[in-house]
């Protein structure tokens, strides 16, 4: 490096937990939105939520400790039935990295993980263009968020 020219140090991007952030004029088919980060090492759960006002449309909420992705809705303040079969292992992992990619289309979210299939949940609260925030809390650190 030539002398007298210092370099640049790029500032590593980090996302506040918990994230809160709109979705610019919300949902409709074929929006995607993509979560990625890193599980902390310790991590017992955290939940990613696509909500409208008070209400949350989609709860993705990965659980180590059961070894579960339960998905579910709340609505005026009340879970519906939790969903949680998954076709294979816990995509999640401790420690590792993550991207999470939400397709909206007309009659559910298409969810995956690292780039596989996780599941479909079928839309319970319908109106799309009012789910319309994100949220991100739990035990994990965010790299990259595109809504």
Known sequence: MPPGIQPVIYPNMS????????????????????????????????????????????HLNPRFNEKAVVRN??????????????????????????????????QCFKVSVNGQHLCEYYHRLKNLPGINSLEVAGDVLLTHVQT
């Open 73 to 106: 809705t709340q609505i005026n303040n009340s879970w519906g039935p939790e969903e949680r079969k998954l076709p294979g292992n816990m995509p999640f992992t401790r420690g590792q990295s993550f991207s999470v990619w939400i397709l909206c289309e007309v």
């Open 15 to 58: 996302y506040p937990i918990p994230l809160f952030t709109s979705i610019p004029n919300g949902l409709y088919p074929s929006k995607s939105i993509i979560i990625s980060g890193t599980v902390l090492p310790d991590a017992q759960r955290f939940h990613i939520n696509l909500r409208s006002g008070m209400d949350i449309a989609f």
